[in-house]
């Protein structure tokens, strides 16, 4: 079963940049759309940023993340990333990774990020 590993959550002032990693166990990973997850604190977890198989990526929720977060993908590695600058209070969650439609595996741990003054 496909595992995903997530990392480089942290606790970061506002206005601060972070860059997170997922990586995705198994031979397949070139073949999965991927997304990036967050859960903030009391909500429900949503998909915010995508990133398809030949590296194009969609913001889903732009007004909030796009022109700040970037993501991006490394084959080679079987990982995506998510740059994070001017990072904001409401940004404040667990961040997860998954791959998209019918390869979705399990969740991993997240990775939590907390921007804080």
């Known amino acids: 079963q496909v595992q995903f590993v997530e990392s480089g959550g942290g606790l970061v002032r506002p206005g601060g940049n972070l860059t997170l990693t997922c990586v995705v166990s198994?031979?397949?990973?070139?073949?999965?759309?991927m997304g990036w997850y967050r859960q903030p604190p009391g909500k429900q977890r949503e998909l915010f940023a995508t990133?398809?198989?030949?590296?194009?990526?969609?913001?889903l929720d732009s007004d909030s993340v796009k022109g700040r977060f970037t993501i991006f993908r490394d084959n080679a590695k079987n990982m995506i990333s998510l740059q994070m600058n001017n990072l904001q209070v409401e940004d404040t969650a667990v961040y997860y990774c998954?791959?998209?439609?019918?390869?979705?595996?399990?969740w991993g741990q997240g990775t939590e990020v907390i921007v804080s003054a």
């Open positions: 998954n791959a998209l439609f019918s390869a979705a595996g399990a």
């Open positions: 198994g031979n397949r990973f070139n073949s999965y759309s």
């Open positions: 990133i398809t198989t030949n590296n194009i990526p969609h913001y």
